[in-house]
């Protein structure tokens, strides 16, 4: 999704300039668009530019929808991003090729502007819920088992994309001296209280931040780590 705008990204793949100008006026006030004239041109673009949704026409010269809509389904970065093929009334009928090269949808010509912006609105939305219910499982594997906060993984793997994407951030890392001692001293079930009472303080203070711009995990090893 786009940041600047927080508007999703539509690329428009069609060999008919009118057709692509038509479709960015449609979806001018919601998302934000991207044209390429060619299925070649689209595959270019799908792998320097992060796209949510193709609007992808089917008959075009050189590659035409069916070649390109499988050679996004065939690439690891790409195989997620949901395509509505634009088509002819008289190609309606061929659906099912469509559907069996891994598209979600069909828009027919001419084009119907509620239509069209109630079916990409439609598969931009299933996308964001599908990712997010992917997120919260791989949490879930990842998670602390005494806090429920993520994990090793998920700490690392945000620290790593703050870092590759640049993003200025502050990292916090607190750690509770001579833990293995009171471990030792008083049982690991009083250790636990420990940590969840630590994990406690720890959220109630980041939710003085906006949870978009603010992270806090548990590492398995018992220690705490803060990413603001």
């Given at each position: 999704m786009n940041m600047e705008n927080?508007?999703?990204?539509?690329l428009i793949v069609d060999d008919v300039p009118d057709n692509i100008r038509m479709l960015i006026e449609i979806l001018?006030?919601?998302?934000?668009?991207?044209?390429?004239?060619?299925?070649?041109?689209?595959?270019?673009k799908l792998a320097n530019t992060d796209i949510d949704l193709v609007?992808?026409?089917?008959?075009?010269?050189?590659?035409?929808?069916?070649?390109?809509?499988?050679?996004?389904?065939?690439?690891?970065?790409?195989?997620?991003?949901?395509?509505?093929?634009?088509?002819?009334?008289s190609e309606v009928m061929d659906n099912a090729r469509g559907f069996d090269a891994g598209a979600v949808d069909y828009i027919s010509k001419p084009f119907n502007p509620a239509t069209v912006r109630?079916?990409?609105?439609?598969?931009?939305?299933?996308?964001?819920?599908?990712?997010?219910?992917?997120?919260?499982?791989?949490?879930a594997l990842d998670s602390n088992p005494i806090s429920g906060l993520p994990g090793n993984n998920t700490i690392r793997n945000t620290i790593d994309t703050f870092l590759k994407d640049n993003i200025e951030a502050v990292v916090v890392y607190a750690d509770l001296d001579n833990f293995k001692a009171f471990n030792d001293q008083?049982?690991?079930?009083?250790?636990?209280?420990?940590?969840?009472?630590?994990?406690?303080?720890?959220?109630?203070?980041?939710?003085?931040?906006?949870?978009?711009?603010?992270?806090?995990?548990l590492p398995i090893t018992h220690n705490i780590s803060l990413d603001i």
């Open positions: 927080m508007k999703p990204v539509i001018k006030e919601d998302f934000a668009t991207i044209p390429a004239t060619s299925g070649e041109t689209a595959l270019e609007l992808l026409d089917i008959l075009m010269p050189g590659m035409d929808g069916y070649e390109t809509c499988q050679a996004i389904r065939s690439n690891p970065k790409t195989v997620d991003i949901p395509v509505i093929f634009i088509t002819a009334l109630a079916r990409i609105k439609n598969q931009v939305k299933l996308r964001q819920v599908m990712a997010e219910n992917e997120k919260l499982y791989k949490l008083y049982g690991f079930a009083h250790g636990d209280e420990v940590l969840l009472f630590a994990s406690t303080v720890l959220k109630n203070v980041m939710g003085k931040f906006p949870e978009e711009c603010s992270f806090l995990g």
